[in-house]
């Protein structure tokens, strides 16, 4: 039964990493131990059992000690992720009726488990849309994006990344008017993705969007 959203999974994924990095860096138990604890610690604040073979599942991470037991580690719990509910093609052209040449992106691409929020960029027009779930529901935005070579914070995932500004026009309060409203993402969206570990700052990023 799966039972991570893959945002818990991309934590999962981090504390997996996390858990590598000090067995290759240091010897200490003590330091180990520490570490340890505050993967379980993590753990236990971001996701829910409902059964304790769930709990189970993941309890070899706390000894990977090689690359390939990484590899193994995620491989054997990806079953366990719930995929983003992949869009149809139609319906993304309707999250966007206004756009008559909407360029879409290969859904087919996508690997859903690995998937909070789905984006693509028109270099035609410069355009990058957002589509994401609210409570099931499909919603979409978009913008212009320039990319810049700097590299800077991105608002959704926070990494330090090769980022973009993303502007989205937005209706003011008076008929009519507009505002644009503006925030740094990042241009791959793929690595936003796995290093988007808490939902809730991109949903605040939508918010202040639309
Ligand atoms: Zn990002």
């Not at 992949?86 to 756009?99: C, D, I, S």
């Not at 355009?127 to 529901?137: D, N």
Request: aromatic content about 10%.
């Amino acid at each position: 039964m799966q039972f991570m959203t893959v945002e818990q999974y991309q934590l999962v994924k981090k504390q997996a990493k996390k858990i590598l990095n000090t067995y290759t860096t240091t010897k200490d138990q003590k330091v180990i131990q520490a570490i340890q604890a505050l993967v379980q610690e993590k753990i236990d604040e971001k996701l829910t059992f409902t059964e304790i073979s769930q709990q189970l599942q993941l309890q070899p991470i706390f000894n990977i000690e090689t690359k390939e037991q990484l590899h193994y580690f995620l491989n054997d719990i990806k079953p366990y992720v719930i995929p983003f509910q992949a869009p149809t093609a139609n319906e993304l052209k309707k999250l966007f009726p206004k756009e008559k040449k909407l360029k879409l992106p290969n859904l087919d691409s996508y690997d859903w488990k690995e998937t909070s929020y789905l984006s693509w960029f028109d270099a035609g027009t410069n355009r990058k849309y957002i589509v994401y779930r609210e409570e099931g529901t499909l919603k979409g935005v978009r913008g212009v994006f320039s990319h810049s070579e700097k590299v800077g914070i991105c608002t959704v995932c926070n990494q330090h990344a090769k980022v973009g500004m993303l502007l989205v026009a937005k209706k003011g309060t008076d008929l009519g008017t507009y505002t644009k409203k503006g925030n740094y993402l990042c241009q791959d969206s793929k690595a936003c993705n796995e290093a988007l570990s808490d939902l809730s700052k991109f949903e605040d990023f939508v918010e202040n969007l639309t």
